[in-house]
């Protein structure tokens, strides 16, 4: 479970990004986190495993506060995994390697044991035919399901996706939003930030709907796109039809 209560993020005292969020995210349930540009979103995920600091507020996960200086992020970091709009790939490396890396370094797997888990998890997003191909040598969509093979490697309890098709033309958006689909309801904790409105309606179980820096209204996902709570929110839909 992810708590967060009273966040706060600001930059300088004229850039102010977070305002008193307070948040509890179930267990194993998938969050689509949408707004317009600028609203705080990717702020707001990137603070819950410490990329971003906040200034003031908590964050736990499962009971131990993330942002106290004495909790290990590495620790923190192996149980909430992230994947990235632009991949972050290790550009040197085939496909299977940058999923088996961590597994070899952090976890200490043999370099067979990690080969096969690897192999594995590189075939259920689709790209068992591809454990060799280098970064440069993958469509983007291909380099989005890689990372995610990357991220689940480390069994996390929570998965954080940042704009994972914003980098992606139309056909490669539909790979990997196949493959989030496939990961939700698995029993993972799913927090993505999307513009995908079709996503967030079909396959999340709640919709938290974020404006100029604050959570305006968190809904199950049928409810939020039928009976939008806030004005805000009603003008953000009115808006993406």
Do not use: W
């Amino acid at each position: 479970m992810i708590k967060v209560e009273h966040l706060y993020k600001e930059y300088s005292s004229n850039v102010k990004v977070l305002f008193d969020i307070n948040f509890t995210f179930e267990d194993g349930k998938t969050y689509a986190i949408i707004g317009s540009s600028g609203g705080g979103k990717s702020t707001f995920i990137r603070c819950l495993n410490m990329l971003e600091v906040p200034t003031e507020g908590s964050i736990y996960l499962d009971n131990i506060k993330v942002n106290d200086p004495k909790t290990k992020l590495e620790n923190v970091r192996e149980k909430m995994g992230m994947v990235f709009q632009n991949f972050n790939l290790f550009e040197h490396m085939r496909a299977l390697d940058n999923v088996t890396y961590a597994l070899k370094k952090v976890k200490k797997m043999s370099k067979e044991e990690a080969d096969a888990k690897g192999t594995k998890l590189l075939q259920e997003v689709g790209l068992g035919h591809r454990l060799d191909a280098y970064p440069h040598q993958m469509s983007g969509g291909e380099k989005q399901r890689c990372a995610i093979a990357r991220a689940l490697a480390m069994n996390p309890e929570v998965l954080l996706f940042d704009e994972p098709t914003s980098a992606l033309d139309p056909e490669m958006t539909s790979e990997v939003l196949r493959v989030l689909q496939k990961l939700s309801h698995t029993g993972m904790t799913m927090i993505v930030v999307t513009h995908e409105m079709n996503f967030a309606k079909e396959v999340a179980d709640y919709v938290i709907y974020m404006d100029k820096g604050k959570i305006e209204e968190c809904s199950p996902s049928k409810e939020f796109f039928e009976q939008p709570k806030s004005e805000r929110a009603k003008a953000f839909l009115a808006n993406m039809i």
